[in-house]
């Protein structure tokens, strides 16, 4: 079995924070050494917070599926108590992927560095209590699967209804939307790159699903006409949406710039989501607003998450 650290390059770059703690235990003799600064290798908890930090920067070293990332701030604190030292150790960043780990090490850091310097005095220090305390950021404090959502997909283009061509994105819009988020695709259908009859499906769809999928037909050519038929039916654009699509999709190819995918609301609370006619596209841009779409659902019906 191989390993390997999870792919978070599909991700938005949030504020991500995480706040750990931790304790060693120790005599009450080498606590009034710590007290009146009698350990020869020097203060004992600012070396202690000092290691801390560097903790927190060698972290990725240490751990193999920890990814490296930039560490925009971080604060280690060390109190002397009646029984030992208690450390807490609080990190931020801006990125895709959380912090939790950084603060875990800086207190185990600093702990261990709190045992190397009483090593020689104290045979009976004991490391515990080392916790997570919060971590905030990222897709625990937003994310929402499709469960429960009735979804429609729909492939257009000319070739793939005449059959002339296998439809793979649809089929791979399906797999995703059940098999990663939940979601029960009730409706498929291919349709050719005919503006009058996707604007007619897209109305047929009103108020019978939740979310409609569609893929293929955003590009520049004549017959390319999927955008101009969702601005046609829907009351809503969610243009956050197409931007996110686009500019997070230049990370996986520039070529997601001539994408001209619309988002928006139709009837009630369905959404249409234009989604391009590549495989990795349909991958990448469902994967990426997915976790959100509940919550739009929400908004559009002017209901409050609570």
């Known amino acids: 079995m191989g390993f390997r650290p999870v792919d978070v390059s599909n991700k938005f770059e949030t504020i991500r924070t995480a706040k750990a703690e931790g304790k060693i235990y120790l005599s009450p003799e080498s606590v009034e050494m710590i007290k009146n600064n009698q350990v020869p290798k020097g203060d004992v908890l600012s070396a202690s917070q000092m290691a801390g930090m560097l903790g927190v920067k060698r972290t990725a070293d240490i751990l193999p599926f920890c990814h490296n990332i930039m560490i925009d701030h971080v604060v280690v604190n060390t109190q002397l108590q009646e029984d030992g030292v208690y450390v807490t150790a609080e990190v931020k960043c801006i990125g895709r992927t959380g912090v939790e780990m950084e603060a875990l090490t800086a207190v185990s850091a600093a702990l ?81 790159d005919d503006k009058d009859l996707i604007v007619k499906e897209l109305k047929d769809l009103s108020d019978r699903v939740d979310i409609i999928f569609t893929t293929g037909g955003t590009g520049f050519s004549k017959r390319d006409v999927t955008p101009e038929a969702t601005k046609e039916v829907i009351r809503k654009e969610m243009i956050g949406f197409s931007e996110a699509m686009r500019i997070v999709g230049i990370r996986f190819t520039p070529k997601s710039l001539l994408s001209r995918g619309v988002c928006g609301i139709i009837g009630d609370a ?4 234009n989604l391009p006619g590549s495989t990795g596209g349909v991958k990448d841009n469902i994967r990426l607003v997915a976790p959100l779409l509940k919550h739009a659902i929400r908004m559009a019906k002017g209901e409050k998450k609570h």
């Open 270 to 273: 369905t959404l249409i989501v």
């Open 112 to 192: 261990l560095n709190v045992y190397d310097m009483l090593k020689a005095f104290d045979k009976n220090m004991v490391i515990g209590d080392i916790k997570l305390l919060e971590k905030r950021g990222g897709k625990s404090d937003y994310e929402e699967d499709l469960s429960g959502l009735r979804c429609a997909v729909i492939t257009l283009s000319d070739t793939c209804s005449k059959g002339e061509a296998e439809d793979r994105s649809g089929k791979t819009a399906i797999d995703i939307i059940q098999n990663e988020f939940g979601g029960e695709v009730v409706h498929y259908k291919i349709l050719p």
